[in-house]
């Protein structure tokens, strides 16, 4: 990745310890993958083709970027949509969420041959973004299960009845036919006692979704610091009229992950601990800064 040197006044120093830091986050996911088992051993990436449907393709800028929901994919998408000319709108969040979510709008690693395929995974650049596995869990449970949302009916349909059925004593029926009122602990006995491979997009690992340790990413950005890796990486990639959009609204998951953490057992802590640990240990994360103690 090429350093643009002053580019927005961003001094020589400045320009050393962001590179110090991304590296470093590269450094600690391969010593991590380098223990890691594969369960994929057999099959090959060409084969993967829920990995391939989630990295979506630039080839202005010749990007790849494998998005993961609830780690600000609605804003990367649009400033996809930005980069490769598919909307001339100068401000990204003037563009529809369900616009950039339209699977038919941004071109996907799966829709080009094996070939190309080939080709992009060896000469592009490589991004992810990720964000600590609990906060993410509860943001997608908050966004799609908890709160009465139009764009969480077809959660609470599709998932919540589910969940309210068979992991709620004597639900009622207005429960049972809505699905709106999922409790997180339940939501938590739904995760621990499914298949993961099975998982929604929304809750599925990172490391499922994007397979950090099969696919050698250039860069890892994180939820944390969302807005400076964001510009770090435009800029780097010699964008010069983009910028990643700043909003003041502010999320409460952080601030509220030990209150709803606090109505499980401390057993199913760490069967969910467990399910999402290959993120915690690939991205250097740890439950105590959040929760106040790690799980044995």
């Known amino acids: 990745m090429v350093v643009l040197d002053g580019y927005l006044k961003i001094s020589r120093r400045e320009n050393i310890l962001a590179q110090s830091l991304y590296f470093e986050r590269n450094e600690h996911l391969n010593k991590i993958c380098q223990n890691t088992v594969f369960r994929n051993d057999n099959n090959t990436l060409l084969d993967n083709r829920d990995l391939l449907d989630h990295i979506l393709v630039d080839t202005k800028h010749h990007l790849l970027y494998c998005y993961v929901p609830k780690v600000a994919c609605t804003n990367w998408k649009r400033i996809f949509m930005m980069l490769t000319g598919i909307t001339d709108c100068t401000d990204p969040l003037l563009i529809p969420a369900h616009i950039a979510h339209d699977r038919n709008v941004i071109s996907r690693l799966s829709n080009y041959t094996t070939r190309e395929i080939e080709y992009f995974l060896r000469t592009y650049t490589k991004f992810l973004f990720v964000r600590h596995p609990f906060e993410r869990l509860l943001s997608a ?10 764009r969480s009916k077809y959660f609470q349909n599709r998932f919540g009845r589910y969940i309210i059925k068979r992991h709620r004593i ?18 938590s006995a739904y995760l621990t006692t499914s298949i993961i491979s099975m998982y929604n997009e929304h809750w599925k690992p990172i490391n499922s979704l994007c397979e950090p340790c099969l696919i050698n990413y250039d860069f890892i950005g994180k939820y944390e610091t969302l807005s400076s890796d964001s510009n770090f990486l435009l800029r780097n990639i010699g964008v010069n ?28 802590v760490k069967q969910l601990y467990d399910i ?3 993120d915690f240990k690939l991205f250097s994360y740890n439950l105590h800064d959040l929760l106040g103690y790690e799980v044995g």
Do not use: A
């Not at 449970?141 to 139009?150: A, D, G, M, P, S």
């Not at 909003?247 to 998951?253: D, H």
């Open 141 to 150: 449970y908050r966004n799609k299960l908890e709160r009465n949302h139009i």
């Open 170 to 187: 004597k639900p009622t029926n207005i429960s049972l036919e809505n699905g709106d009122d999922v409790t997180f602990e339940e939501f």
């Open 241 to 268: 009229n983009i910028k990643f959009p700043f909003t003041f609204k502010s999320s409460n998951t952080s601030r509220d992950l030990k209150n709803y953490f606090s109505t499980l057992s401390t057993s199913r």
């Open 276 to 278: 999402y640990e290959q």
